[in-house]
């Protein structure tokens, strides 16, 4: 019989887990933290970590529960599954038949031996591993990054949920894939740097299967895979807000590029009434508010004929119509 409710470590129910697993996991981490022997936290966990696609902590919590409390069937169940999406068919059957021994009127015991059994018949548990690994060539995948996640995003069009295995570990992605054509696709990375597999997670769309890896900290990856290093780390800065990152070899910082582009402007030589007017617009912008006055007063008053940067002159007196030696003026 379970203990008795602590009301400091409240129980998750089913719903609850299912309407936001990654809180639930939480919850029941911290309720373990109190109570480290109770089966029906681990049992919870283990429901949670199913939701996640995290199957490998899922079968660990479910094995620590079985082991405080050997007769729960929903342990063995969920054992089961995650055995399952491991492709340790051997062991999931097993599980499942052991649960159903405890409990022989929940039918998901039957579904669940059955699916074990056919996809065992189809041939050993190696030949299937192996086939399962082959990747199609023409499968791709990008990836970038924001300052609290790194997305990859496989280019596969109307997969479906119920055919994906997503498994995160501190440093490793592991992607399994039922395509349409029947065809398994696999995409297993070594990190670059440590994720947080519990945040974590994948959505299915129509084009692409996008998958979310939450970041532990503000750091720029420099790359997607790594060898086991240990890289030099560098923080996500805002310097780098307009660098689209990609899995392309270099990237444009168009901040910097405006301003090579203006320096370039600025050092350009002109010639002729080009290179003139370029003067008159330097001295008119770094003039202060009296140059300005003089300027627009006496292009305005004498027909753009005179030009004057003496507002103590012509702020005194109507700027007259004064055109080159070799030019007459002429009022339409």
């Known amino acids: 019989m379970a203990a008795a409710l602590d009301p400091a470590c409240p129980r998750c129910a089913d719903g609850d887990v299912e309407q936001d697993p990654g809180a639930a996991a939480q919850k029941l981490t911290v309720a373990l933290e109190q109570k480290p022997d109770d089966a029906e936290y681990y049992c919870q966990r283990a429901y949670a970590y199913i939701l996640l696609q995290n199957y490998w902590d899922a079968v660990a ?14 342990a063995f169940l969920r054992k089961g599954i995650s055995e399952y999406h491991i492709k340790n068919y051997t062991c999931a059957l097993e599980s499942f038949k052991e649960g159903q021994k405890l409990d022989n009127v929940d039918t998901s015991f039957t579904i669940w031996i059955k699916r074990c059994e056919e996809t065992l018949n189809t041939g050993s548990q190696t030949e299937m591993t192996t086939q399962q690994q082959t990747q199609p060539s023409k ?11 790194v997305i990859v995003t496989l280019m596969i069009k109307n997969a479906q949920k119920d055919d994906i295995s997503v498994q995160f570990s501190e440093k490793e992605l592991n992607a399994l894939v039922r395509l349409p054509s029947g065809e398994d696709y696999n995409l297993n990375v070594v990190l670059l740097h440590s994720i947080v597999p519990e945040q974590s997670t994948f959505k299915v769309l129509s084009t692409k299967i996008e998958i979310k890896m939450k970041k532990p900290e503000a750091i720029r990856w420099e790359k997607l895979e790594g060898q086991g290093d240990s890289p030099k780390l560098k923080q996500y800065t805002s310097d780098s807000k307009h660098l689209y990152p990609s899995s392309s070899h270099y990237t444009k910082n168009w901040d910097k590029l405006v301003v090579e582009i203006k320096e370039e402007e600025k050092n350009e030589k002109l010639e002729g009434d080009a290179a003139l007017n370029k003067l008159f617009q330097q001295i008119y912008s770094d003039g202060t508010d009296e140059v300005k006055r003089a300027m627009n007063k006496s292009f305005m008053e004498s027909g753009g004929t005179v030009l004057s940067t003496n507002w103590s002159d012509v702020g005194k007196r109507k700027v007259d119509v004064n055109p080159p030696d070799d030019m007459e003026w002429k009022k339409f």
Do not use: C, G, M, R
Request: proline share 4%; hydrophobic share 25%; no cysteine.
């Open 139 to 149: 499968i791709k995948y990008d990836w970038y990054q924001t300052e609290s996640q």
């Open 61 to 74: 919590d479910a094995k620590k529960s079985l082991e405080l409390n050997p007769n729960n069937a929903t």
